[in-house]
């Protein structure tokens, strides 16, 4: 039987600011090594038997990210699912399965989420292949992770009694607790970390979730009628998936549901949830110390300190997070790393751009970034990927003026179209129709000066985008 990946990309990243933020989370992100974390998953499934190319759900508002992520490493895959809205994990699977039954197809599903790290690829492959063997009978199977320490930011997996070959049976599953429950839940020896990853048959789910979530699976039901192809996108009746309930796997199918089963994972996994985890995987020096960038220190221990191009100066601390971005720095104590998602929430409260967007800006043609801006003026950084464009456009605030610096652009402006090469520049006046192009097979890289009297990223009017935006 066919084993294909259901991988979810669809979380924000909030405990990971500044690096994380809503418009660009930490799947995206190298946190841990050269690539990043989406890149990451992919990469570890090489070498599973009778493995299909992975099946992917994101944000509508990631698209382009996970499919260019994808394009970096050659990533064959069975399509990007849009969900509209976040609706958890349960109406996610709901939709991959019920999009490949549509389709004739019932094989085991690895469901993995996009932002986990696992250290140990062998053993990994070995609890998917006992997990397969188990699902192929009909279980649903969750894996769950030998517990090395009191988490309290883990859910937990009350086990039984071994079914066979190492699978266990589940009691019962365990909210994230305060720190005596979970020292408790590591004196009893019943209990495992709650991984969030599963492995069972499509239709098997389906059945599940259809006896305790009939709404999830009309709702997603529904939806897929209106399903439609957009490039490398599956999207949805948006309105019809908007009516499913808001609920996890673990709620919805595997604290209900009698044939739930559980393979331990012993492949060190964490699910990169905080700084300090970052930290954790880190190598540290002799002071115990996790740097990245351009740092100097004295007198610092036990702390994880990470420059993204600044100069970075630490004098006598212990225990702390340091984290430098171009427009923001994050000082925290490594005990309360959790309660870095207050920051954004009081960022988003605020109206203000750091708790959604990176000075680096993603978008399908290529990225731009903000390099000074004041009272009626704005300086960019712009990137096009070859053979790229962005969308025909006007603008009723800002006229704008381009330097290229490397490459070759083609530039529309009105009716007349033309080549800017390397140190040359043009000037497309406010309201003016325009579009620019990179015809070459080097990146396009130009200087934007934008100058009016507003300068937002909504004085966008597009007449035509060949993204569908």
């Known amino acids: 039987m066919k084993l294909l990946p259901v991988i979810m990309s669809g979380g924000s990243g909030s405990r990971l600011w500044p690096a994380s933020r809503s418009n660009c989370p930490k799947q995206f992100l190298s946190l841990v090594n050269g690539t990043s974390m989406i890149q990451d ?6 070498g599973i038997e009778s493995i299909e190319p992975p ?34 994990t349960a109406p996610a699977v709901a939709l ?45 199977v969750t894996f769950g992770v030998m517990p090395t320490y009191a988490e309290t930011g883990y859910g937990y997996i009350r086990t039984g009694p071994d079914t066979g070959d190492g699978v266990l049976s589940v009691e019962s599953f365990a909210e994230k607790p305060d720190l005596v429950t979970a020292q408790s839940y590591i004196d009893s020896g019943e209990y ?34 209106g399903e439609r192809t957009d490039l490398d996108f599956i999207r949805l009746n948006n309105e019809e998936f908007e009516r499913s309930p808001n609920i996890s796997i673990d709620y919805a199918v595997m604290e209900k549901t009698s ?26 020096d002799e002071t115990g110390n996790v740097l990245k960038g351009d740092v100097f220190l004295s007198n610092v221990t036990n702390s994880y300190i990470s420059s993204s191009g600044r100069l970075i100066g630490a004098v006598g601390i212990d225990n702390l997070v340091l984290v430098e971005t171009p427009d923001a720095v994050l000082v925290a104590s ?58 025909l456009q006007k603008h009723h605030h800002r006229a704008e003026h381009w330097v290229v610096v490397n490459g070759t652009a083609r530039v529309t402006r009105g009716d007349k179209t033309y080549l800017v090469s390397e140190n040359q520049s043009t000037y497309i006046p406010i309201g003016e129709v325009h579009r620019l192009e990179n015809p070459g097979k080097i990146p396009l890289d130009l200087i934007e000066v934008q100058t009016g009297s507003y300068l937002g990223e909504d004085d966008i009017i597009r007449l035509d985008d060949v993204y569908g935006r």
């Not at 698209?63 to 609706?87: D, K, M, N, W, Y």
């Not at 932002?115 to 063997?133: L, M, N, P, T, Y």
């Not at 959790?338 to 680096?360: F, H, M, N, P, Y």
Request: hydrophobic fraction near 40%; include cysteine.
């Open 41 to 46: 998953t992919v990469q570890r499934l090489e």
């Open 259 to 284: 044939q739930a089963v559980m393979v331990p994972l012993n492949s060190g996994w964490s699910d990169v949830g905080s700084w300090s985890a970052i930290w954790d995987l880190g190598i540290k």
């Open 334 to 391: 490594k005990d309360h790393v959790q309660d870095v998602k207050e920051i954004v929430e009081q960022l988003k409260s605020a109206g203000r751009t750091e708790a959604a967007d990176q000075v680096r800006v993603y978008r399908p043609w290529g990225n731009y970034q903000s390099i000074d801006h004041g009272e009626r003026f704005q300086v960019k950084h712009i990137r096009v990927k070859p053979g790229e464009q962005l969308s």
């Open 192 to 225: 495992y970390w709650n991984s969030g990853m599963f492995l069972f048959r499509a239709s098997r789910y389906i059945e599940e979730l259809t006896i305790f979530q009939p709404d999830v699976v009309a709702a997603c039901e529904t939806a897929l009628q």
């Open 96 to 140: 991959a399965a019920l999009h490949l039954l549509r389709r004739g197809q019932d094989p085991l599903l690895l469901v993995l989420a996009a932002d986990h790290v696992i250290q140990d690829r062998d053993a990994f492959h070995q609890s998917i292949e006992k997990a397969a063997a188990s699902a192929k009978e009909g279980s649903l």
């Open 55 to 88: 099946l992917f759900i994101c944000n509508e508002s990631h698209r382009f990210l996970v499919a260019e992520q994808l394009r970096q490493i050659e990533c064959a895959h069975s399509g990007i699912l849009l969900e509209p809205v976040a609706r958890n």
